[in-house]
């Protein structure tokens, strides 16, 4: 099914930087430290679309609206993926927990019918705990792949998003400068020559 209306990301300076959003039947890695934001991103597009799709939490007890998907087996984390807008929280644990070979059959066989009807499925990957190896197979199941960076000079903190991926597009050459607020990531609409 070929798709042309943008799902929005729920900040403003990263639909612009996708042309309106998310093409709807894509799979998104949000890849970072836990410190960077990749939480607050997920939960930003959740929210956009009013919290009726699913957050599923495997790595602590869920908050309010999200469902508890610690110890469900693939078939229910499948099952458990409602609505448009999809959030798995984390890939991470997932392949901590059942392996690289598991989270890869998550992502591209167990969730295909869901993608095709055109859902959105955004999959959290922490930096600093998996393998080259193991990086690259989820970057490769990916459609789309962000990645979230921290760097201090001196005693400023640098945050830049980088699209790696963007599955039938040009990536952009340029990464993105972000803030985190008390209200999520505000995107900087003026980008930096990578």
């Known amino acids: 099914m070929s798709y042309t209306?943008?799902?929005s990301t729920g900040i403003a300076g990263l639909d612009l930087a996708f042309g309106g959003g998310f093409l709807p039947g894509t799979r998104i890695i949000v890849f970072g430290s836990p410190l960077s934001g990749l939480e607050l991103l997920a939960q930003q597009f959740w929210e956009a679309g009013g919290r009726v799709s699913s957050y599923l939490m495997l790595d602590a007890a869920p908050e309010e609206g999200m469902i508890d998907a610690r110890g469900m087996d693939l078939t229910a984390l499948a099952g458990a993926m409602q609505g448009e807008r999809v959030i798995v929280d984390s890939l991470s644990t997932l392949i901590r927990v059942r392996g690289i070979d598991?989270?890869?059959g998550l992502v591209l066989e167990e969730t295909l019918d869901i993608i095709e009807r055109g859902a959105n499925i955004v999959y959290l990957l922490y930096t600093g705990l998996h393998s080259p190896y193991e990086e690259a197979r989820m970057m490769r199941a990916s459609d789309v792949f962000i990645t979230l960076r921290q760097q201090i000079?001196?005693?400023?903190?640098?945050?830049?998003?980088?699209i790696e991926k963007l599955k039938g597009a040009d990536v952009p050459r340029r990464v993105i400068p972000y803030h985190i607020t008390a209200k999520g990531l505000e995107i900087?609409?003026?980008s930096r020559v990578v």
């Open 5 to 7: 209306t943008r799902r």
């Open 102 to 104: 598991a989270a890869a």
């Open 153 to 162: 000079h001196g005693n400023e903190l640098e945050r830049t998003l980088s």
């Open 188 to 190: 900087s609409t003026t």
